[in-house]
């Protein structure tokens, strides 16, 4: 595995995480250890784990090799006591690289193989959350719940449903404070997911999408202006469509963008400048995101070190300053309503909340 490289300067920074996957994040320490404890390793060593677990070289360049890695962590995270164990070490790893609000995701469907309900698997992540939160006070969490695209728009509803019974505004502790839609875009486009936006925006939950990473800016304007997304995970693809980018900056909608794994999956292509500067340029919103970092062999350091090849530290340190404002999580645990303030209207018409 390749030395991450840090620079100092960029470590004292305090950072704001809001796109980090549970899956691709899982510290290959802790995922040998339950892989053994329960006889679940497929490798002898953990050497060689580790090269199924992150992302190799001559393996960058498609989404697909890319989510291929996410196969070997699920085998440990189908049971309760070993996901929350990951989650507080997780955020052990985030803390560290001085992240102070973190907003994880999770798909809970792919956790409920081995027997687990819906909501265990979402309270299981909680669980890990809410220890965690005792532990590094200073920390702000939550969680994303994620819907897969390829499931399709029925399952999506009984996701969102699920999610809002343990939204953060229920529960005085750590809870979801979000909705996302993730996995393959093509085919599989995001109009078709008006129904369970709709209904976790009406259980109180604020709204993010993986959308424009393999898809065209269509995906993106589908996004915002069908499922009424505050957020847009990576959305690569608004560089191409200058309207789009327009209305992203007047509406203040906050692109999470995630610099490595952009093109280790291909969203962007190796030599191209990132869509981050484009962003900066047209003034829409972004946040500075890892994505996956066991995955991506990355973490919040190393992400803004790269970084500093175009950015300034100031503009970095303005840039998570800023991301705190675009956070679904609220301090004293209630979630934040942007369209209330007028930032983004939503959608232009109802929705059936079936
Ligand atoms: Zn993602």
Request: hydrophobic content about 40%.
């Amino acid at each position: 595995m390749k030395a991450k490289k840090v620079n100092k300067a960029v470590a004292g920074i305090e950072k704001v995480e809001l796109h980090q996957h549970v899956d691709g994040s899982i510290p290959i320490d802790i995922t040998w250890k339950l892989m053994k404890k329960h006889g679940l390793n497929p490798v002898e060593t953990k050497k060689e784990m580790e090269k199924l677990l992150v992302l190799q070289d001559g393996e960058e360049g498609a989404l697909l090799r890319y989510l291929d890695k996410f196969h070997y962590p699920q085998w440990i995270t189908q049971f309760y006591d070993n996901i929350a164990s990951v989650i507080e070490s997780i955020v052990t790893e985030a803390y560290h690289n001085n992240v102070r609000l973190l907003e994880l995701r999770y798909a809970p469907i792919i956790h409920t193989f081995a027997g687990l309900t819906l909501r265990q698997a979402i309270s299981s992540v909680l669980s890990g959350l809410n220890k965690s939160m005792k532990r590094f006070p200073d920390m702000e969490l939550g969680l994303i719940v994620i819907a897969m695209r390829h499931q399709g728009p029925h399952i999506a509803k009984i996701l969102a449903r699920q999610a809002i019974s343990e939204a953060q505004s229920l529960h005085g502790r750590c809870g979801v404070i979000g909705f996302d839609l993730a996995g393959a875009e093509r085919g599989n486009p995001a109009r078709l997911f008006g129904e369970s936006y709709g209904i976790a925006r009406s259980g109180g939950l604020q709204l993010t999408i993986h959308a424009g990473e393999d898809e065209d800016s269509r995906a993106i304007w589908e996004s915002i202006d069908i499922l009424g997304a505050t957020r847009i995970g990576h959305g690569c693809s608004a560089i191409e469509d200058k309207v789009l980018l327009k209305r992203l900056a007047r509406d203040q909608i906050m692109v999470e963008c995630c610099y490595t794994s952009n093109y280790q999956t291909g969203a962007v292509e190796l030599g191209e400048p990132h869509p981050i500067l484009t962003f900066l340029e047209y003034g829409v919103p972004v946040s500075i995101c890892t994505d996956n970092t066991t995955v991506s062999n990355t973490n919040q350091n190393v992400e803004n070190s790269k970084l500093l090849q175009w950015l300034s530290l100031s503009e970095i340190t303005r840039i998570h300053q800023a991301s705190k404002k675009h956070s679904f999580i609220h301090k004293n645990g209630k979630p934040r309503f942007r369209r209330e303030k007028g930032l983004n209207k939503g959608p232009k018409k109802q929705l059936g909340f079936a």
